[in-house]
């Protein structure tokens, strides 16, 4: 069972343009959304994250918006450059004392910023 | 500081073979985590392991095994090689002191199974 559904599996844009990546949970007792980008030959490594008690984090050009009614959350760079040409994992976490560590990830996105 | 360090890189294996796969934690981290990553299924988590006991498993057979060292080290063994254990094998250190705390990610360690 997926619990973490990612789109769009693939996403190409141009050099300053806005990269948008949507995600969705079925699980109401996520409380914890981290993003991460992935390079070729490396692990993942943690971009951004969000709690559900807020609908917007933003720290430089990304931010994740949520939306806890829908149960969607979305990572938008903007002026995407060449260098953030990477796969982006969506993640969900329950609280530590039900799941401890676990993360639930989505399928990914693999991104690319044409010049 | 050093990162997450994973041994070996690579590795080749044949079916029905075993094989063991190290993660070293970042200093002071207590939890580690193993993740198997695949094209058709992504990320999966398999277990973790804090205070030398495993604490969640994920849905993997069996033949998928770990443990943890007092020094935080953790090994994972997977015993009777499938093909499809072909995959790039994941582990993760944190403090595990709070639900927000940040995973760090090792570089992995490619296991292709012939």
């Known amino acids: ?115 | 500081k050093a990162g997450v360090t994973q041994t070996p890189r690579y590795l080749i294996k044949t079916r029905g073979q075993q094989v063991t796969l190290s993660c070293s934690p970042i200093s002071g981290h207590r939890s580690v985590s193993w993740y198997q990553q695949t094209p058709g299924q992504g990320l999966q988590f398999l277990f973790e392991y804090f205070s030398e006991t495993q604490r969640n498993k994920g849905n993997f057979p069996g033949r998928f095994s770990g443990r943890q060292f007092s020094n935080s080290r953790s090994e994972m063994n997977v015993s009777t090689l499938e093909l499809g254990d072909s995959a790039l094998y994941l582990c993760a250190s944190s403090l595990r002191t709070s639900s927000y705390n940040e995973q760090f990610f090792g570089p992995g360690t490619r296991l292709t199974v012939l």
Request: hydrophobic content about 30%; overall charge positive; some cysteine.
């Open chain 1, 1 to 115: 069972q997926q619990q973490v559904k990612q789109s769009p599996q693939s996403l190409i844009v141009q050099k300053g343009g806005i990269s948008i990546i949507n995600c969705a949970y079925e699980n109401t007792a996520f409380d914890y959304f981290p993003w991460y980008q992935q390079f070729p030959g490396k692990g993942p490594a943690l971009l951004i994250a969000i709690r559900p008690d807020v609908s917007e984090k933003k720290e430089g050009r990304f931010t994740i918006s949520f939306n806890k009614s829908a149960k969607q959350f979305s990572l938008h760079i903007m002026d995407s450059q060449p260098g953030d040409s990477a796969t982006y994992f969506c993640a969900a976490k329950r609280p530590l004392e039900t799941s401890g560590s676990r993360l639930t990830f989505g399928e990914g996105t693999q991104l690319t910023v044409n010049p």
